[in-house]
């Protein structure tokens, strides 16, 4: 998982902050703006002082087949007034979460997403 950042913005990240993952998305985001050089071919070493695997990107594991299992919608006229909510698949029906409420919504607005999760279903 890369959350949108390049190799490049997680290695200098993690030089940066002593490879503490949490302090190291904080720098990224502190230095968005900065030009990032790209990274040395020696990989950082993980907190262990091992150096990561090299990824082989001939690894196939197949066609994946998905199913979208929650998402998360804002509620209000405009980003500057409402709040966001998340409707999640639960026992094959859709259940809303508004702050304290809970109940099933009959339409979920899945059209009007902001984050789709989904999961991973068959080979």
């Known amino acids: 998982m890369t959350m949108g950042f390049t190799r490049e913005q997680s290695i200098r990240a993690l030089e940066n902050t002593d490879n503490d993952i949490t302090r190291a998305i904080d720098w990224i985001f502190s230095h968005a703006d900065d030009d990032v050089e790209p990274a040395p071919a020696a990989a950082v ?13 001939n690894c196939r594991d197949g066609p994946g087949a998905y199913r979208l299992r ?12 409402g709040h966001y909510v998340c409707h999640i698949l639960k026992d094959d029906k859709w ?4 702050d304290e409420k809970v109940a099933l919504s009959e339409k979920p607005p899945k059209d009007l ?11």
Do not use: Q
């Open 95 to 98: 259940v809303i979460y508004n």
């Open 70 to 81: 929650a998402f998360i919608s804002h509620m209000g006229t405009s980003t500057a007034c």
């Open 45 to 57: 070493p993980n907190a262990n002082g091992n150096k990561p695997p090299v990824p082989d990107h």
């Open 113 to 123: 997403g902001y984050l789709y999760l989904y999961e991973r279903v068959g080979n």
